[in-house]
């Protein structure tokens, strides 16, 4: 799977250095307390932020290894839906709407006819396989009040710069299902910034990126410690290589859909293809 590249061309080498000096101060907060028995946010969570309730990417009970995978086979998909997501209404800005606008769009479900893009899909009991990714760096943007891209993957000990645009604070906290404190915090302000932090890869989960300060900004990364995953185009459409010959379980998530799981049967040497279907919520 291709990542997306560290920094954008247009920004030049001046951003490289600021990547550098930012590393350097290091970009998270302290590691916050022990949870207390109240009714107050768990320890490290601002007011009206809470950890995702449920947990889609579980940690695996065993390591995975990188070998010679013979016979490696192919797998190539299409996510859909049985209908269309309605777009949920803009969200309004309130106090920052002099940056933003009035209002920002509802970002959050892209399709192509009824093919579904900002799925993650992925094998999870593959554990012996083809060797991690070499590109560890990804990419987050809070560019025109909205954080992209919406949803992308990478793999245990990657980092992801976060990059700013917009003026005006965002305190954007990185939070992960079943874990009862923010993996990493970023604090953005009012000038063009990239901050580095690589504690969201501390460990496989989907990793949701919400803003402390304002409703609307949200982002998905999902963690994996093997490299069987894709996240699928507009069209649906996606593609898993170097997979071992055999059965496997396919899983999906989308943030609009209910989530899924199908075996599929990777042949030696070959290709097997496969349409999943997913309900709107």
């Given amino acids: 799977m291709i990542l997306r590249p560290t920094l954008s061309i247009r920004r030049g080498a001046a951003l490289g250095l600021v990547v550098v000096l930012a590393a350097c101060r290091g970009s998270d907060s302290p590691p916050p307390t022990a949870n207390a028995q109240t009714t107050d946010p768990p320890a490290g969570y601002p007011a ?5 309730a449920e947990v889609v990417i579980a940690r695996p009970s065993a390591p995975y290894r990188a070998d010679s995978v013979p016979g490696a086979g192919t797998l190539t998909g299409t996510i859909v839906t049985s209908a269309p ?3 949920r209404p803009p969200a309004a800005t309130g106090a920052d709407s002099v940056v933003c606008g009035p209002s920002v769009a509802d970002s959050s479900a892209v399709q192509v006819g009824s ?3 900002g799925a993650v899909v992925w094998l999870d009991d593959v554990r012996r396989g083809r060797p991690l990714p070499l590109e560890r760096r990804l990419e987050l ?3 025109h009040c909205v954080l992209s891209p919406r949803v992308q993957a990478g793999v245990v000990a990657s980092a992801v710069n976060v990059l700013g645009h917009d003026a005006f604070r965002q305190h954007l906290f990185f939070l992960a299902g079943g874990e ?3 993996r990493a915090s970023v604090l953005l302000g009012n000038e063009e910034q990239v901050i580095p932090t690589n504690k969201p890869f501390s460990a496989p989960g989907l990793v949701v990126v919400r803003d402390a300060d304002h409703s609307w900004p949200a982002a998905y990364i999902a963690v994996f410690d093997h ?3 894709a996240v699928t185009a507009p069209n649906g459409r996606f593609t898993i290589e170097g997979i071992p010959p055999g059965r496997h379980t396919l899983h999906v998530w989308h943030e609009r859909t209910t ?3 199908q075996p599929v049967d990777v042949p030696l040497m070959g290709n097997a293809t ?3 279907t997913l309900t709107p919520k």
């Fill in 48 to 52: 009206g932020l809470r950890p995702p």
């Fill in 85 to 87: 997501i309605a777009p």
């Fill in 115 to 117: 093919g579904v893009g």
């Fill in 141 to 143: 943007e809070s560019d």
């Fill in 180 to 182: 009862p404190q923010p």
């Fill in 227 to 229: 490299p069987y995953f």
């Fill in 259 to 261: 989530s899924a799981a």
């Fill in 274 to 276: 496969v349409t999943v």
